[in-house]
């Protein structure tokens, strides 16, 4: 049966579903630059006991298996990279038990997720929070958010066909413009716990 959205993956998917028994809860966390994602996807984590993976987690292990730095594999991200990376995270998915805390993790799973959400935060607000944390003005921070989202959205509908910043597939979106520090820890836990809730029932 196939689960994930990402036509490429389906074959890889096949193989791996004669092989792999899923175990436990699998809840993708999205979103674009700067949005908050990644508080929320560890608050998750660990509030359900759960493996929380990023994006450039599994970029660092295909960087140590080719034995360069992470740096220049990032650099070079021809699309071998991308299909490596998301083939890794499909795996995990399928697996179980785990927080998949990457742009395109909802698109990957696709229903063997039990929770897809996505994060959104106004340009303003997500330019600003970018500009403190890597300490470049805000001028820059806007300019380096705009290429990214650009590039990535580009990438995606080249290399799979879809439209990254369709939302339709999400069970839940979290707009973090207001949330204090404590809140985005508490909300998308809150949240998850209600949508589970409501799926069993």
């Known amino acids: 049966m196939v ?3 990402i036509k490429f993956l389906e074959p890889y998917e096949k193989e791996l579903s004669k092989k792999i028994k899923k175990e436990g809860l699998v809840i993708t966390v999205s979103g674009n630059s700067g949005s908050g994602k990644s508080l929320g996807a560890k608050s998750i984590a660990k509030t359900f006991n759960l493996k929380h993976v990023k994006a450039g987690e599994i970029l660092r292990e295909l960087a140590k298996m080719k034995k360069i730095s992470v740096v220049k594999m990032s650099e070079i991200r021809e699309p071998e990279v991308d299909y490596k990376m998301d083939k890794r995270s499909l795996k995990l998915a399928m697996e179980g038990n785990v927080v998949l805390d990457a742009r395109l993790s909802g698109w990957v799973a696709g229903d063997w997720a039990d929770v897809k959400i996505f994060y959104e935060c106004p340009l303003d607000v997500k330019t600003k929070r970018v500009a403190k944390r ?3 003005s805000v001028e820059e921070a806007l300019e380096r958010l705009k ?14 066909d879809i439209d990254s910043f369709d939302k339709s597939i999400y069970d839940i979106i979290i707009n973090n413009e207001k949330l204090t520090l404590e809140e985005a820890k508490i909300v998308p836990v809150k949240l998850v716990r209600e949508f589970l809730k409501r799926k069993k029932n």
């Open 3 to 5: 689960k994930t959205y």
């Open 134 to 136: 890597d300490n470049i």
């Open 147 to 160: 290429k990214r989202d650009e590039q990535d959205h580009e990438k995606y509908q080249k290399l799979y």
